[in-house]
């Protein structure tokens, strides 16, 4: 390799890492933000403390700010700093016209050609950091014991991260509108009846199990979770009817 060409190389592959550690940020951020850790109109700590905190650079802070602000989850104020924007009620009542007339089959039917392979490609293309982002969801789901709604919203959070970790972002697109659609007030109405909190641990069990898999790079274990958790909705969605 000649010497313009191992300096392409290194350069490459110094701005994947950036890549990487931004999305980190971005994914942390937006787990602190959706989990309500950081509320709606709250002033995030200052980008200097954020990279002390996520062990980043400023510049790296700066950048996953930039887009949180183009997604509408935060405003940065020149002086200020920067505010959540996101509420998470007003997001759950602005479902996308398409998830509000998906009915349960046809969403049930979209989960089951999206989840497992989503999973997969996840495993295949996850960061170490987008692991541990996971983790930290799957650790505030553990913290709950009787708040369902609250559970469901991070269980959303969990998967939300689970698509952005493949790398593809149509993929992602997609499934934030099944998202939308299980945000129905049908399925709300449904979770708050049968997430008692023995079936909340029996989840929390089962998220774990499907984190360790997602960390081990095991794709059979991780799929056939998926495959299961569709079948426990199936299951509950039959005792509606």
């Known amino acids: 390799m000649t010497g313009p060409q191992r300096r392409a190389a290194i350069s490459a592959d110094a701005g994947q890492v950036v890549g990487v550690t931004v999305q980190y940020v971005i994914d942390t951020l937006t787990n ?20 002390l905190d996520l062990g980043v650079a400023r510049n790296t802070v700066r950048e996953a700010l930039d887009k949180l602000e183009d997604r509408g989850m935060i405003r940065r104020r020149a002086g200020s700093g920067s505010f959540v924007t996101y509420d998470p009620d007003a997001a759950a009542s602005s479902i996308a016209p398409v998830a ?55 269980e ?50 089962g998220y774990n199990a499907l984190f360790n898999a997602i960390a081990a790079r095991d794709i059979e274990e991780a799929s056939e979770f998926m495959k299961l958790t569709l079948l426990e909705d199936q299951s509950l969605l039959m005792q509606e009817d």
Request: glycine residues 4%; proline residues 5%.
């Open 32 to 51: 602190r933000i959706v989990s309500q850790e950081y509320g709606v109109d709250e002033r995030l700590p200052s980008e200097r403390q954020m990279a």
């Open 100 to 154: 509000a007339e998906t009915g349960p089959l046809h969403l049930q039917v979209v989960r089951g050609m999206f989840e497992p392979e989503m999973v997969r490609l996840a495993i295949l293309n996850m960061a170490p950091r987008q692991i541990e982002a996971l983790g930290q969801t799957l650790s505030k789901m553990e913290a709950v014991q009787t708040d369902a709604m609250k559970f469901v919203r991070l």
């Open 156 to 205: 959303e959070e969990f998967h939300r991260q689970i698509a952005e970790g493949t790398g593809n972002p149509l993929l992602t697109a997609c499934y934030n509108l099944v998202i939308d659609a299980r945000r129905q007030s049908f399925r709300s109405a449904m979770y708050r009846r049968h997430l008692t909190p023995s079936r909340i641990a029996a989840y929390q069990r």
